[in-house]
């Protein structure tokens, strides 16, 4: 069975400080891991894909197998990276298993 | 690319009653997939389609859930009759086979339901 847990609910930073949004996996297959982003009233979107090993909007994420995690960073967070962010892992079938989302609010 | 659009925007009904949600997805997506995210928990997957299709339906519930999608393009989700545990966002999404390999899913905007 697949699940991701993002273990935080809600995360505060200043701006300007690193932030990391954590997410674990656990799969039994091979992996593949994604971001998605809500901004306030708006749809939900892909931010980030790690096969695509690609840094959106200053974010990063790696996959770390050993540690089943794909958290997502960002060195110097910005007032308009407040939003709703979810990790989702994916199957080749194209089914995806999302966290219960991290609410990130970047104070200034 | 026009973006997946859903209507309606917002939906209250009362127990027992029915309604219907309508997807239509990103011209040339393949898969459809209709997610429900109850407040304060993340999207779970109700039913997958592949064309007309359907390619996983295991978490949807079959006794008053519905779900179609004639000539693999639009779709519609039915409740039937609904409960007060059916108040969630509904969220279609779709997404492209085109691409081998892991691939992404563009949501369209949801419909809120509100069962009083």
């Known amino acids: 069975a697949q699940r991701v847990t993002q273990p935080e609910k809600l995360l505060s930073v200043f701006k300007g400080a690193p932030v990391e949004l954590k997410c674990n996996y656990s799969?039994?297959?091979?992996?593949?891991l994604f971001w998605y982003v809500q901004y306030s009233r708006q749809r939900l979107q892909l931010l980030l894909r790690?096969?695509s090993r690609e840094s959106i909007k200053g974010f990063t994420a790696d996959l770390n197998k050993g540690e089943t995690s794909f958290h997502l960073k960002k060195p110097f967070a910005q007032e308009e990276d407040s939003a709703m962010y979810y990790c989702a892992l994916g199957t080749n079938a194209g089914k995806s298993t999302f966290g219960d989302g991290t609410t990130l609010t970047v104070k200034p | 690319e026009a973006g997946v659009a859903q209507s309606p925007r917002y939906k209250i009904i009362e127990k027992r009653q029915s309604v219907a949600f309508w997807c239509n997805p990103i011209?040339?997506?393949?898969?459809l997939y209709w997610y429900q995210q109850i407040l304060g928990q993340g999207p779970k997957l109700l039913i997958q389609f592949q064309n007309n299709g359907v390619v996983d339906d295991s978490q949807l519930p079959k006794d008053r859930f519905s779900a179609e999608r004639l000539k693999g393009v639009d779709s519609t989700l039915k409740i039937q009759p609904a409960k007060l545990e059916d108040s969630a966002v509904y969220l279609c999404a779709s997404s492209s086979i085109r691409d081998r390999g892991p691939y992404g899913y563009t949501f369209g905007s949801g419909t809120r339901l509100t069962v009083v």
């Open positions: 790690h096969i």
């Open positions: 799969y039994s297959g091979s992996p593949e």
């Open positions: 011209s040339g997506h393949a898969t």
